[in-house]
């Protein structure tokens, strides 16, 4: 988990969104036993999709906004005891 969550950072810090989302989404569904981890990693698959949303082509946009959503959500109701909700 830890290193998926490594990936997607250097990607979203390179301006790779897309490759940001899909290392964040792979934590959310591989590893979703670890809390944190799996926190986190919707913490900044919020952050990725949205950023991809505004580069996006109208045929994907909708995609990315659908994901920020279910990660805002996940972060509210699943994980709302994480450092990560509280951001």
Do not use: N
Request: hydrophobic content about 40%; charged content about 30%; cysteine-free.
């Amino acid at each position: 988990a830890i290193s998926s969550i490594g990936m997607g950072l250097a990607s979203y810090h390179s301006g790779k969104f897309e490759d940001a989302v899909v290392a964040f989404r792979e934590v959310t569904v591989v590893h979703f036993r670890k809390a944190d981890q799996v926190a986190q990693a919707y913490y900044y698959l919020g952050q990725a999709a949205e950023a991809a949303a505004k580069k996006a082509s109208p045929k994907t946009k909708g995609m990315y906004e659908k994901m920020v959503k279910e990660a805002k959500e996940a972060l509210r109701t699943t994980y709302r005891q994480t450092e990560w909700a509280k951001k």
